[in-house]
């Protein structure tokens, strides 16, 4: 089975403060996408990363797949309290069907 | 567009007792899941369907739940009988396909809540 462990899992911070959340596991996946979930609701996917080293960019995020395509990290520059929520990764491995394994998930506070 | 719609969004039960679970995919969508998410985790896959053929359910705990998913559109989701640890939100998701370039969609999810 494969693992994907996210860290922290809570983060408390001040509006207009940088972060940064990891997405780690010891397995190669297909690619790697990031959702972000507000409470009573589904996961909405941010960005799906397929190449190892690959960064892309949305607005005051980041995302960046690991050269391996074991990791990927997502950076939220002057988070402001509209990015409050859980955000989680799930990894996509072709070779089962392309089947989604997510994370634990980091949840984010940001205060005014 | 509508969204995966699921119901009902809230259910308490006692355990022991049935209770069933209705997803409404996206128009068009041929890939449907169901996921459950323990509070404080991330989703788990339980089954997912392509049309109407079940092709991964190796998570689905058979003894007690079943899902079904007729003319390859609504899907429902049984418990019998509910357990405690059944507690969770089951999230029902749906895709056009199943390569990684196709996305998957979430409902809102129902709440269970076993006493």
């Known amino acids: 089975t494969q693992l994907l462990e996210q860290s922290p899992q809570f983060l408390s911070i001040q509006e207009g403060e940088n972060l940064t959340v990891y997405c780690n596991s010891s397995s190669v996946f297909s690619s790697l996408q990031w959702y972000r979930q507000e409470p009573g609701e589904g996961p909405v996917l941010l960005v799906t990363?397929?190449?190892?080293?690959e960064v892309k960019k949305l607005k005051r995020l980041t995302f960046q797949f690991g050269d391996a395509r074991k990791d990927s990290s997502l950076h939220i520059t002057a988070a402001q309290p509209g990015d409050t929520g859980l955000y989680l990764c799930?990894?996509?491995?072709?070779?089962?069907?392309?089947?989604?394994?997510f994370g634990g998930g980091t949840r984010l506070m940001v205060k005014p | 567009e509508a969204g995966v719609v699921q119901s009902p969004r809230y259910k308490i039960i006692e355990k022991k007792q049935p209770v069933a679970f209705w997803c409404n995919p996206i128009s068009g969508h041929n890939t449907l899941y169901w996921y459950r998410q323990n509070l404080g985790q991330g989703p788990e896959l339980l089954i997912r369907?392509?049309?109407?053929?079940?092709?991964?359910d190796s998570q689905l705990p058979k003894d007690r739940f079943s899902a079904e998913r007729l003319k390859g559109v609504d899907s429902t989701l049984k418990i019998q009988p509910a357990e405690l640890g059944d507690s969770a939100v089951y999230l029902c998701?749906?895709?056009?396909?199943?390569?990684?370039?196709?996305?998957?969609?979430f409902g809102p999810g129902t709440r269970l809540t076993v006493l």
């Open positions: 799930a990894g996509e491995d072709n070779n089962a069907g392309n089947m989604l394994t």
């Open positions: 990363v397929v190449t190892g080293g």
């Open positions: 369907y392509e049309n109407e053929e079940a092709v991964d």
């Open positions: 998701a749906s895709s056009f396909g199943t390569s990684g370039t196709d996305t998957q969609y």
